[in-house]
C-alpha cells in the first residue's frame, strides 16, 4: 500500500512554470513506476507522464512532449513534474499514480497504476 500526496498547482498565466510534487509514504524507487495523469472537466482522466522503477525510461503523452519533464529523488520518495509553457488547455487536476505492475521499461496506460493521490489543481489563465 502507498499513500501519494500532491503539492504544487495553483493559478497562473499561460506561458508561466509551475512544478508539481508527489511525495510517498514509502521508499518508491526500484519497485514502483511513477506516473501522472490529468483530468479536465468532463474529460476522461489522461496520461501525461511517466517514470519507470529504474528510472532509466520515461514516457510523454505527445501534448506535452517538450515542455513537461518527470523526475524523482528516490532520498525523498518524491516525483516532480516540471510544467514550462503552460497553455489554458493544461488547466486539470493533476494526480500522481504508483504501479507495482510495471516491467523495468516503465508503463503509462492509466489501468497499470493501483495507487492514487487525491490530486492537485492547476488552472492557466489566458
Known amino acids: 500500500q502507498v499513500q501519494l500526496v500532491e503539492s504544487g498547482g495553483g493559478l497562473v498565466q499561460a506561458g508561466d512554470s509551475l512544478r508539481l510534487s508527489c511525495t510517498a509514504s514509502r521508499r518508491t524507487g526500484s519497485s514502483y513506476a511513477m506516473g501522472w495523469f490529468r483530468q479536465a472537466p468532463g474529460k476522461e482522466r489522461e496520461f501525461v507522464a511517466s517514470i519507470s522503477w529504474s528510472g532509466g525510461y520515461t514516457y510523454y503523452a505527445d501534448f506535452v512532449k517538450g515542455r513537461f519533464t518527470i523526475s524523482e529523488d528516490n532520498i525523498k520518495n518524491t516525483v516532480y513534474l516540471r510544467m514550462n509553457s503552460l497553455k489554458p488547455e493544461d488547466t486539470a487536476i493533476y494526480y500522481c499514480?504508483?504501479?507495482?505492475?510495471?516491467?523495468?521499461?516503465?508503463?503509462?496506460?492509466?489501468?497499470?497504476?493501483?495507487?492514487w493521490g487525491q490530486g492537485t489543481q492547476v488552472t492557466v489563465s489566458s
Open positions: 499514480a504508483a504501479s507495482s505492475n510495471c516491467s523495468a521499461y516503465g508503463c503509462y496506460v492509466r489501468r497499470e497504476f493501483e495507487f
